[in-house]
């Protein structure tokens, strides 16, 4: 279901939404198991977002066009990975100090990041991808060291799929500029 979110999202199609809310009910029991608690919690997120990405998406709709596609400035870029970083921080910080947690501080700065990058997709904010790309090699870093092998391969396989996501969105946005 992870990577059928995947593909759709890249087509820009409002079922991903729907796969992205029974993909995370499995993750949220895989990464418990595997003590990345912060990821845990993200999963739990992701059906909200999927909820939200739903809505989002369906209320965009216009006059039988998708929502589309858009840019965000540099500065609320800049804003928003200041905040990852200071974020993360704290909560690797209580994280490490408070919890048997895997990894603490890359969990927690990921979580984060793809809390953000999630949203971003919900919006169609075209830099989602650039935020996904690094934070999923860092995924593949941590699900391999926590002997999750197969996800971490599904995550080498989004990294694959991130380009035609990002290549997929921009021509969107050049048509939709027409």
């Known amino acids: 279901m992870a990577v059928a979110y995947l593909l759709l999202a890249i087509r820009q199609n409002i079922w991903c939404w729907f796969c992205a809310g029974v993909s995370t009910a499995i993750y949220v029991w895989l990464t418990f198991v595997a003590k990345l608690y912060m990821d845990t919690a993200l999963q739990v997120f992701y059906?909200?977002?999927?909820?939200?990405?739903?809505?989002?998406?369906?209320?965009?709709?216009?006059?039988?066009?998708?929502?589309?596609?858009?840019?965000?400035?540099?500065?609320t870029h800049a804003i928003a990975i200041t905040a990852i970083v200071v974020i993360g921080g704290v909560n690797g910080y209580l994280l490490d100090t408070r919890t048997d947690a895997a990894f603490p501080y890359l969990d927690a700065m990921t979580t984060w990041a793809a809390v953000w990058a999630t949203f971003l997709i919900a919006r169609k904010v075209l830099e989602n991808w650039w935020y996904w790309l690094v934070i999923d090699a860092v995924y593949v870093f941590l699900y391999w060291s926590r002997d999750l092998e197969w996800t971490a391969g599904l995550f080498v396989f989004y990294i694959v799929l991130i380009p035609i996501g990002l290549i997929s969105w921009s021509r969107s946005m050049r048509e939709q500029a027409v």
């Open 47 to 75: 059906f909200a977002m999927a909820v939200y990405g739903w809505y989002v998406w369906t209320r965009g709709r216009r006059d039988g066009h998708e929502k589309a596609v858009v840019i965000w400035p540099v500065t």
